[in-house]
């Protein structure tokens, strides 16, 4: 408790709020007040200018010698082979989307040669990754490989639905791991198959320290639901290599990681360049062919799927914006300059005392 007051001086002293006499909380340590004028402003805007329009220029000329080809398979470029007058797409729509498939080819030249590292993305339009209740449906414990309960953010994939399995989590839970891209893309020239490596493709930090498999995987993915609309459980995802398979399986961890735009890409493949033959360099211009199995639904909330070829530069994929930013910024700054220099000179003649 505290002590009452001795005296009207003590109550005056306990009432005020008023900070100590010192030159902290007074504000009276010595400061310095940058006073800006012509002569210190208009250099600045000048080097900002003559820094940022070369930058802007490297950027922009890098960004154009990345080479890119993007075809669009959502409908008419992938006709059904089994029915030729329907696209894929109706395929899956008249099969109520039950897990149907459908299989379909198309043609397409790429008119130069993709030297060197040449990577392959799915491109997805109008899918909403960012959705709050999308981003949240998951279990960051269970992908680390923990057999605890899975959160209940994962509902409505949480727990399977069979009554076999009504008390069982389903591995992997949630919206995101449900909605995995399922499309198989293979590419072909003159009957060759252009060779595809579908490792290195995720983020090193992800595939070693935010996913993990538990422990005896096999037995465990075996004996818990998978998501409803997998096929098969995450153990068997790469039948040719067994590393790849479970959490860690580096398809999976591509699509987890969740993209900010509703338009997007995400890196499906890279080109494997083997020691001799075709592609040993990278894509040859010529004629090729795509085949699609075709199991992945979007026309339902028009959304667009793209098939991506790229190449890299040391500044990564093709981005004219930031080169163009960098330029406006630059012009924007040699144009301010230029404009005060004058007013500044102006105004200087116009008020300099008579002789």
Sequence with gaps: MSTPPDNEADAEHQKSKKPADTAFKQQRLPAWQPIITANTALPVFLIIGLIFIPIGIVLVVTSDRVLEFDLDYTDKNCMSLTTPTSTCADVLEKANYTGATCTCQTNFTLDKDFEGDVYFYYGLVNYYQNHRRYVRSRDDNQLLGKKDAVASECQPFQKSTSANDSSKDITPCGAIANSKFNDTLTLSMNGNVVPFKNTGIAWSTDKDVKFQNPDDAANFFASNPRPPNWQQDAWHLDQNNPDNNGYKNEDFIVWMRTA??????????????????????????????????????????????????????????????????????GIVCMITFVVFFILHKTWKTQNRPPM
Excluded at 283 to 305: A, C, D, E, H, Q
């Design 260 to 329: 900010a735009m509703p338009t997007f890409r995400k890196l499906y493949r890279k080109l494997y360049q083997n020691g001799s033959g075709t592609f040993q360099s990278g894509l040859p211009k010529g004629n090729y062919m795509l085949t699609i199995t075709y199991n992945y639904p979007v026309t339902s909330f028009s959304g667009r799927k793209q098939f991506i070829i790229s190449t890299t530069s040391w500044m990564g994929g093709k981005n004219p914006f930031l080169g163009w930013a960098y330029i406006a910024v």
